[in-house]
């Protein structure tokens, strides 16, 4: 006997807070699911019959308008008036379990980094996640749209980013997946925004500078903007990989770094100091390109 594919039925309110997220970690993993309101009289119908004694019958499997079997109910938290029918559920031996255990299964390996929310979006993707992505970390990524509905881009990476304000009310973060980072105690990295740039400080290192980029285009996103990219610092990602993550956006704007000018010239010069350069012919030119 081949047993039936994995199909979740979901029994929630579609006010539900945080239900949005859930269907779409369903979707971006790939598990396919119904879903309905938890009322008795909606449930009734589907489970009226033990599906797995039922004639297989390939042509329902093209039939959208033909109910399909589950083999698991998902129900949400909250205690319903009438639960009678998860009765009903058990004697077919269909497998039940809340959603928390359910997102509790999934993340249970993961590494989770929780984003601060306002969420900075880039190319309608969190910053946070697009450099990650570009930098080769492969992140899998829950985010909020712009129009209201959730997205979760599953990749093949450790890390999980997961938006702080999801599980509110559902169960407590600290309980999920392996492990979390970006805690506050981790970080090392600091940012101070000047008249023309964002300058980057390891402060483990002794405020050691690590680099600047110019201010971000969006005034009002500029502290949550730098936020991502120091935590970017933190978790390893090359100070050149997060320049060219973010290049696009400051296409139009030259950026120089630590040059030095033999002229008056009375241009800005972002990072320079105005140094002459020596008329003492160069003995040595490091290839730090090889480096």
Not at 144 to 167: F, K, M, N
Not at 197 to 202: A, E, G, K, T, V
């Amino acid at each position: 006997m081949v047993w039936p594919r994995r199909k979740i039925q979901l029994v929630a309110s579609a006010a539900a807070p945080g239900i949005g997220g859930v269907r779409a970690i369903l979707k971006g993993n790939q598990l396919e699911f119904t879903e309905v309101e938890p009322i008795t009289g909606n449930l009734s119908h589907e489970f009226s019959e033990r599906w797995m004694e039922k004639p297989f019958d390939a042509a329902s499997i093209s039939d959208s308008d033909q109910f399909s079997p589950v083999t698991e109910l998902v129900y949400w938290p909250k205690k319903q008036n009438d639960d009678s029918w998860r009765d009903t559920i058990l004697e077919q031996g269909i497998k039940q379990q809340s959603v928390q255990s359910l997102i509790h299964n999934i993340l249970e390996d993961e590494l989770i980094l929780w984003v601060s929310e306002p969420t900075v979006l880039f190319n309608e993707r969190p910053l946070l996640g697009h450099i990650l992505k570009e930098a080769g970390f492969e992140p899998t990524i829950l985010w909020p749209r712009a129009d209201g509905r959730w997205e979760c881009e599953r990749r093949q990476g450790l890390h999980w980013l997961i938006p702080e304000s999801w599980l509110v009310g559902l169960m407590e973060k600290s309980t999920l997946g392996r492990g979390t980072i970006g805690n506050k105690e981790e970080e090392r990295t600091s940012w101070v925004v000047r008249d023309t740039r964002i300058d980057f400080y390891r402060s483990k290192d002794g405020q050691k500078f690590i680099g600047h980029l110019p201010r971000w285009p969006e005034l009002n996103q500029e502290e949550m903007a730098a936020q991502c990219i120091a935590k970017c610092i933190d978790l390893g990602v090359s100070w050149l990989d997060i320049r060219l993550a973010l290049s696009s956006i400051w296409k139009n704007i030259t950026m120089v770094n630590n040059l030095r000018w033999n002229s008056h010239d009375f241009g800005w010069n972002a990072g320079a100091c105005r140094e002459e350069l020596s008329s003492e012919s160069i003995e040595h030119v490091e290839d730090w390109w090889a480096r």
